[in-house]
Each structure stands twice: as C-alpha cells, then as structure tokens.
C-alpha cells in the first residue's frame, strides 16, 4: 500500500500572486470616497440631513459584526467543488458591483432608507470579497517569508487603489462646476471596469489548496476557546486594536490640524506623497521583515510612527513642509501596519492546524475584522467627543484652549497608544524557527492522517 504525500503548496509564482493581490485594486478605491464625498454627496445635492446619514453609516457599520462571524465560519465549513474560497468571489463581485451602482450614482428624491440599504450592500459584498481572501491568502503558502510576500503585493495594490481614489477626485474637481455626485459617477466607473477583471484573474489563475483532510465540528463555544486559547493570535488582535485606535484617532482629526494648528490649505496633495511613499517603501518591508522578522519590522514601523507621531505636537502655525515630511515619514510606515500583521495572524492559524488538522482562516481573519472595525469605531468617535467637550469649532478655531485639546488629541494621545502597540509586539512570540518546526508538525501528522483514511477505504 502507498501512502500518499503530505499536499505542498500549490505553484504560486509572482503572475499568480499579481493576479490575486490585483482584487485590491477597486477595493482600494472605495473607502476613501465614502469616508470623505459621501456625506457632502448626500447632504448637499440630495438633501438628507447629516445626523441620519451619520447614523446610518453607524448600523450599517455595526451590521459587519454579526456578518463577519458568519461570513468566516461559512467560508471554513463550506466546501464547494468549486473552490471553498474562490466561490466567494462570484456573489462578492455581484453585490459590491450593485452596491456601488446605487451608492455612487443615486438619483434625486432617494431618502435615507435608500442610503441604509446601498451602504450596507456596499458593505456586505466588500465583506463577502475580502474576507474568505485573507483566508485564501494565508493558504496559499506555508512559508513564513513568502505569506510576507503575499501580502505585500495585495496591500501594494491596495495602496494603489488608495491613489487612484485620490487622482480621480482631483482631475473631476479640477473642472467647472464639478460636483461630488461627478466625483463619485468617475469613481463608479473605475470600480465597474477594475473589480470583475481583478475578480476573474483572480477566480481563473490562482490555485486554492485543496479542503484540509480533517474538518472540525462547529462549535461557537469550541471557536471562542480556539481563538482566546491561541497567544498569539491574542497578541496580534490586541495590537492591531490599539494601533488602529492610535491610528483612526489621529486620521479622523487631521483636516483640523493641519487646517486650525498648521495651515495647511490642500491637504489632499500631502496625503497623495503619503500614499505614495507608503507604495515605494513595500518591498523595504518586506525585506526588512525577512531579515529580522516581522514582529520586529512591525515594532520599528510603529516606533517611526509614534515618533513622527509625537514630533507634530511641536509644529507651529506656518510649518508646512515640516508637517509635509513629518506625514511622509509616517506615509512610509503604512505599508508596513498593513502588511505585517495579516501575514503573522496567517502563521498563528498554524497553531490550531496542528492542533485540528482543518484550516479555519475564515474564522480567525473573521476575528481579527472585527477587533478592526472596533478600533475604526473608536478611533472615529473619540477624537470628536474630545473636541466637542471643550468647545472645539470645527468651522475654524483660533482660541487657544481649543487648539492645545487638538494637539494633544492630534500628537499625544496617539503617540501612547501606538508605543504601548510596539511594545506588545516586541514581545510577539512566533518566530520564524518557531513556524518551521510547527508546520513539519503538521506535515507529520497529515501523513498519519492520511495513511489512516487510505487504510480504512482499502479495509472497506
């Protein structure tokens, strides 16, 4: 009888990984128009008051919490011939695509039940792309460097999308008479065009790993303890937590800092060297996190940041260009907070694998969405309950109690929080030799496994 090998990895050379890191692209493209032209868009031109549409956004947010878990658990338990993740693909293109049709590109007289519903089929089918794509992504390797890889290409096209949705809004603007709804039509069309090419590159070309030997019985108390019990996972959700909390908090107020404290009058220009060098620093990560690990490569980044973080609290009135390379500096960092910690939540799923010998990534990255829309939510809300408290205009402010709340708010506050976020990763246990020596663990145990099913169907 001849037991049959241990499954390796599937061929997945740079075309592939181009081709599956390429759905980010129009994914890229969509948050930040919605963060900034939505609400003029729907306020200005039809007519909804703001207070409705904030809480909108809010339930519609808040709606990813029970959808997450479900959208996870169902892309583990799931096993279709067609592939348990790449099936995804097909209804996640589909409701996105009609999501950003009635989003983008609403008619006059829509109310707020129409925005309800179009913002959160926006979001569900971002969720029904994104999600089971972790999981894909942290399948498609096993090695600890080439996960890095992996990710760096999808967040270098996710950082694409970020610039384009940047580019578009500037030309359409620049013309007379543009309107946000304009901006937003232009915007549609890119996602149109981007998202089903990238979807079906990525659909045809990239290979999924077959379904795991062994599927684990779904218990939502047994998938608690999983997650809770696995240290390092713990470690890495609680960092990203607290480091997109610092993050948000400090984004969510920057018009107003660089507006009231700085004087910056285009903000939109900085932010595109920001994105810019976040894009050209990528494969300085990716090496970085190759030659010392990715723990550590993340702890430098979000010391950088802290720093620079830090270091605004001192720009006065008039500064620009030291605002402009202190937010360069930090631009040069987003890659890595990107990059770095879905590649290491991908290795601490290896842990439960050799414990259950399935391969419950949607699970895990189910999580570790959740802790992240969290930290958004905080991170948005905080800031302005600050201001709100001490008086803050946001129209324009010139007194001075206002604008030291702002600057601590700005610097202070999210530099402690993104140290604190440096120092439990500094302590983040999963070394690379570590990871070696789990997955021969589990490449042993799969040969038992499957020896074991092999015996029981030649018995039968």
Same mark, same amino acid.
């Given at each position: 009888m001849t037991? *049959?090998a241990?499954p390796?990895?599937?061929p997945?050379?740079l075309?592939r990984?181009i081709?599956?890191?390429s759905?980010?692209l129009?994914?890229?493209?969509?948050?930040?128009?919605?963060?900034?032209?939505?609400a003029?868009?729907?306020s200005?031109q039809? &007519?909804?008051?703001?207070p409705m549409?904030?809480?909108?956004?809010? /339930?519609?947010?808040?709606?990813?919490f029970?959808?997450?878990p479900?959208?996870?658990?169902?892309t583990?338990?799931?096993?279709?011939?067609?592939?348990r993740?790449?099936?995804?693909?097909?209804?996640?293109?589909?409701a996105?695509?009609?999501?950003?049709?009635?989003? /983008?590109?609403?008619?006059?007289g829509v109310?707020?039940?129409?925005?309800f519903?179009?913002?959160?089929?926006?979001?569900?089918?971002?969720?029904?792309?994104?999600?089971?794509?972790? *999981?894909w992504?942290?399948?498609?390797?096993?090695?600890?460097?080439?996960?890095t890889?992996i990710?760096s290409?999808?967040?270098f096209f996710?950082?694409?999308?970020?610039?384009v949705s940047?580019?578009?809004?500037?030309?359409v603007? *620049?013309?007379?008479?543009?309107?946000?709804g304009?901006?937003?039509?232009?915007?549609?069309? /890119?996602i149109?065009v981007?998202?089903?090419?990238?979807?079906?590159?990525?659909f045809?070309?990239?290979?999924?790993?077959?379904a795991?030997? &062994?599927?684990?019985?779904?218990d939502?108390?047994?998938?608690l303890?999983?997650?809770?019990?696995?240290?390092?996972?713990?470690?890495?959700?609680?960092?990203?937590l607290?480091?997109?909390?610092?993050?948000?908090?400090?984004q969510?107020?920057?018009?107003?800092?660089?507006r009231?404290?700085v004087?910056?009058?285009?903000?939109?220009?900085?932010?595109f060297?920001?994105?810019?060098?976040?894009?050209a620093?990528?494969p300085?990560?990716?090496?970085?996190?190759?030659?010392?690990?990715k723990h550590?490569a993340?702890?430098?980044?979000l010391?950088?940041?802290?720093?620079t973080?830090a270091?605004?609290?001192?720009?006065?009135?008039?500064?620009?260009?030291?605002?402009?390379?202190?937010?360069?500096?930090k631009?040069?960092?987003?890659?890595a907070v990107?990059?770095?910690?879905?590649a290491m939540?991908?290795?601490?799923?290896?842990?439960?694998?050799?414990k259950?010998?399935?391969r419950?990534?949607g699970?895990?990255?189910a999580?570790?969405?959740?802790v992240?829309k969290?930290?958004?939510?905080?991170?948005?809300?905080?800031?302005?309950l600050?201001?709100?408290?001490?008086?803050?205009?946001s129209?324009?402010e &010139?007194?001075a109690e206002?604008?030291?709340?702002?600057?601590i708010?700005?610097?202070?506050?999210?530099?402690?929080?993104?140290?604190?976020?440096?120092a439990?990763?500094?302590?983040?246990?999963l070394?690379?030799?570590q &990871?070696?020596?789990?997955?021969?663990?589990?490449?042993?145990?799969?040969?038992?496994?499957?020896?074991d099913?092999?015996l029981?169907?030649v018995?039968?």
């Amino acid at each position: 009888m001849t037991v *049959s090998a241990v499954p390796v990895d599937p061929p997945i050379g740079l075309g592939r990984i181009i081709a599956f890191g390429s759905v980010q692209l129009p994914l890229g493209a969509i948050g930040l128009p919605i963060a900034i032209y939505l609400a003029p868009l729907y306020s200005g031109q039809m &007519h909804l008051s703001l207070p409705m549409i904030g809480m909108a956004l809010i /339930f519609a947010r808040l709606s990813d919490f029970v959808i997450d878990p479900i959208i996870g658990v169902l892309t583990d338990r799931w096993r279709p011939e067609i592939g348990r993740r790449r099936v995804w693909l097909i209804f996640g293109t589909l409701a996105l695509m009609a999501g950003v049709y009635f989003l /983008f590109r609403p008619t006059p007289g829509v109310g707020i039940v129409y925005f309800f519903v179009a913002v959160s089929l926006v979001y569900f089918g971002f969720t029904l792309i994104q999600l089971p794509c972790n *999981s894909w992504a942290a399948e498609l390797s096993t090695d600890y460097d080439r996960r890095t890889r992996i990710s760096s290409v999808s967040q270098f096209f996710s950082i694409l999308g970020l610039i384009v949705s940047t580019l578009i809004p500037a030309y359409v603007l *620049s013309q007379p008479g543009a309107t946000s709804g304009e901006v937003m039509a232009a915007l549609s069309l /890119f996602i149109f065009v981007t998202l089903p090419i990238c979807s079906s590159a990525a659909f045809f070309l990239v290979p999924e790993p077959a379904a795991p030997v &062994h599927k684990a019985p779904f218990d939502l108390r047994a998938s608690l303890k999983t997650l809770v019990s696995n240290a390092p996972f713990v470690r890495i959700t609680v960092v990203v937590l607290i480091a997109t909390i610092g993050e948000v908090f400090r984004q969510t107020i920057t018009v107003f800092f660089a507006r009231d404290v700085v004087g910056v009058s285009n903000i939109g220009i900085i932010y595109f060297f920001y994105f810019a060098a976040a894009l050209a620093l990528v494969p300085f990560w990716v090496w970085l996190a190759r030659r010392i690990e990715k723990h550590r490569a993340l702890t430098l980044a979000l010391v950088i940041v802290a720093v620079t973080n830090a270091s605004m609290f001192f720009v006065s009135s008039g500064e620009t260009s030291i605002f402009t390379m202190l937010f360069i500096l930090k631009g040069c960092c987003y890659g890595a907070v990107l990059i770095l910690p879905g590649a290491m939540v991908a290795d601490t799923v290896d842990i439960d694998t050799a414990k259950t010998l399935d391969r419950q990534q949607g699970l895990f990255f189910a999580a570790i969405a959740m802790v992240q829309k969290m930290g958004y939510a905080l991170g948005a809300g905080l800031p302005l309950l600050i201001l709100g408290m001490v008086g803050y205009n946001s129209g324009g402010e &010139h007194r001075a109690e206002p604008l030291l709340a702002l600057a601590i708010s700005y610097s202070i506050i999210p530099t402690v929080l993104v140290l604190v976020a440096a120092a439990l990763t500094w302590r983040y246990s999963l070394t690379a030799a570590q &990871h070696r020596i789990m997955r021969a663990e589990i490449d042993a145990r799969t040969r038992a496994a499957i020896a074991d099913k092999t015996l029981l169907e030649v018995e039968q």
